[in-house]
């Protein structure tokens, strides 16, 4: 079965810090990119990061650029997302996602395979 189980959300004021993670099972890691979307009220679900392992690559959205870190601890079949000067516009839940590839994977839903049942990150102002 595949599982995709994230933790690590919370309250968090304005400029502070949250790492993410995502632990990955049921799939052979290293065959998927894996990455992070996330989703505000009434707002459409969007691409944050993605990371792929065989191909060595990452990508950002530019709203998180120079913020956000994506990592892989493969051992451990975890994917981290590490959120630094958070600012309330990062409101959200946050996905994990599994699809074919780092690019196509986080431009958009239709590419992904599996989706982790969601974390809340809150930022106050």
């Known amino acids: 079965e595949v599982q995709l189980v994230e933790s690590g959300g919370g309250l968090v004021q304005a400029g502070g810090s949250l790492r993410l993670s995502c632990a990955a099972s049921?799939?052979?890691?290293?065959?998927?990119?894996i990455g992070w979307f996330r989703q505000a009220p009434g707002k459409e679900r969007e691409g944050v990061s993605c990371?792929?392992?065989?191909?060595?690559?990452?990508v950002y959205a530019d709203s998180v650029k120079g913020r956000f870190t994506i990592s892989s601890d493969n051992a451990k079949n975890t994917v981290y997302l590490q959120m630094n000067s958070l600012k309330p516009e990062d409101t959200a839940v946050y996905y994990c996602?599994?699809?074919?590839?780092?690019?196509?994977?986080?431009?958009?839903?239709?590419?992904?395979?599996?989706w982790g049942q969601g974390t809340q990150v809150t930022v106050s102002s």
């Open positions: 996602a599994a699809g074919p590839d780092v690019s196509l994977t986080c431009s958009g839903t239709y590419y992904v395979d599996y």
């Open positions: 049921g799939f052979t890691f290293d065959d998927y990119a």
């Open positions: 990371i792929s392992r065989r191909a060595g690559s990452t």
